[in-house]
């Protein structure tokens, strides 16, 4: 990949997966590339580290390979011997002081059948689920958050036990605000089109089944598997994706925030940096919301207070290594927690047991970690490290019998780490890309647009680049210059 010179010179704004994923498929399309990162590294909530001498993802540690944008990417930056599927996908849910294997049969915690869910709920729980059929069909609308539609068809503790802490635990958020249309955009169109829930579950699922097995495989390369990883982490994917960026010609630049936008002639741009400011051809925004608003405050002021708006959910990430000996006998990948129970954690991942890459480099140690923390818990993001450890260490201790101490411990903060979904949310989105179509050489990209997952943010950063290379301005006088 190599930039081609008589390209338009692109600022890319943001160092995160979004802003590299835009870099290499700007460069790839015939830019010349210049990222600014107002951080000291590159990778936003993608984090590589270790624990007790072993690697870790500190941060987001999968991705959903159903998709084909992120893989494909890490394997055109050289990743895709690496890519691996979990050892095991065969999680739990910590339920009333128990964990019960997490129930098949149902999208996103939502069932097609009562009896998928009886080992989960009470009997008056599956009994609700029951009066779906029974009930005159709802009307939907333009959108409808999810946990109150399944809590009105079905009851509120099917959302409670199974759709809050899985769909609610994607967003860090709360499943009674988050859009159906914008996190279950399936289920959302098939229950505009059945009359009970149910029977929308069941289209969702026939129309999943009817892809086969080995057209799954084909495309993934991990035997169907919904989930990948990398071996070594997720985290390994940004520096990986930055190395072909400086390959292919981009320059990148940490610790720059972009401070202020100003427009040049009918197309172009300035950048304004503390140390210098650059003239571009064309801008991609791949911040988070908040940072985006605040420089598209005087070019696109209908844009910036709907981006102003967008809420951010903050968490923490608790790692923890254990001697292997020390162990209880653990089975699964791990377990989800129901909000409504009132624990801390509202997660906890076997990472020994499903990344097969952690055991092989560390044998005689057993990682795990916990998350914490969801919209309007910030109270929890302030407790100190050994508070948020304990928590966690009491949290395992009830639902598993752990009583180890770990041999190390690393806690994470995420400080504004996952925008929220509300209803109304894909309209927003619709409105601010709209209006910013009207600046020419400005773009978006990011998971507050089209997803929270890799993937969704690598199609954004691709949606982003690829608009701006269909335009092929003709290069600014001048651009790429620093004054």
């Known amino acids: 990949m190599n930039a081609d010179t008589t390209g338009p010179h692109v600022v890319v704004a943001g160092g995160g997966i979004a802003g590299l994923a835009a870099a290499h498929r700007l460069l790839a399309g015939g830019a010349r590339v210049t990222l600014l990162e107002s951080g000291d590294r590159l990778g936003g909530k993608l984090l590589a580290g270790e624990i007790a001498g072993a690697p870790v993802d500190l941060g987001a540690e ?15 930056v050289g990743l895709g011997e690496r890519l691996q599927a979990p050892a095991t996908t065969t999680a739990s849910v910590w339920s009333r002081g128990r964990l019960v294997p997490m129930p098949k049969g149902h999208v996103m915690g939502v069932p097609g059948d009562a009896r998928a869910v009886e080992a989960l709920l009470s009997e008056e729980g599956v009994r609700r689920i029951g009066q779906d059929g029974d009930l005159p069909p709802t009307e939907i609308g333009d959108d409808t958050a999810i946990g109150a539609y399944v809590a009105a068809r079905m009851g509120h503790e099917v959302v409670d036990r199974l759709v809050e802490p899985l769909l609610g635990g994607v967003y860090a958020g709360d499943a009674y605000r988050i859009s159906m249309k914008a996190a279950v955009p399936a289920l959302f169109d098939a229950a505009r089109r059945h009359p009970t829930l149910t029977a929308a579950v069941r289209a969702v699922q026939r129309a999943g089944a009817a892809v086969p097995a080995d057209a799954a495989d084909a495309a993934t390369g991990l035997g169907g598997s919904v989930f990948a990883g990398l071996d070594g982490g997720i985290g390994t994917l940004p520096a990986a994706l930055a190395a072909a960026v400086r390959a292919g010609g981009g320059e990148i630049h940490t610790g720059t925030p972009v401070t202020a936008l100003r427009r040049t002639g009918a197309t172009g741009w300035q950048v304004v940096t503390p140390g210098r400011v650059l003239t571009a051809d064309a801008v991609v925004l791949a911040t988070p919301a908040g940072p985006a608003a605040t420089l598209l405050a005087d070019h696109a002021p209908a844009a910036a207070a ?11 990430l608790v790692t923890l290594a254990f001697r292997r000996a020390d162990m209880p006998a653990l089975t699964g990948s791990g377990f989800l927690v129901p909000p409504v129970d009132g624990h801390t954690i509202k997660a906890s991942t076997f990472s020994s047991r499903k990344w097969r890459w952690i055991t092989d480099r560390a044998p005689d140690l057993f990682v795990l970690r916990t998350s914490v923390g969801r919209h309007g818990e910030d109270d929890h993001l302030h407790r100190d490290d050994t508070d948020l450890v304990a928590a966690s260490l009491k949290d395992l201790a009830a639902a ?59 199609a954004s950063a691709h949606r982003a680049a690829d608009e701006i290379i269909a335009t092929r301005q003709t290069p600014h006088p001048g651009a790429g210059h620093s004054s």
Request: charged share 20%.
């Open 400 to 458: 598993t019998g752990l009583t180890a101490r770990p041999v190390a411990t690393t806690v994470t903060r995420w400080t504004g780490g996952l925008p929220q979904y509300p209803v109304g949310h894909l309209a927003r989105v619709a409105r601010v890309r709209e209006a910013v179509a009207a600046l020419p050489g400005l773009r978006l990209a990011g998971a507050a647009y089209d997803g929270v997952g890799i993937p969704a943010c690598i």
């Open 306 to 316: 709907e981006l102003a708006a967008v809420e951010y959910a903050s968490m923490a």
């Open 62 to 76: 999968s991705l959903l390979a159903r998709r084909p944008e992120a893989l494909a990417l890490a394997r055109d």
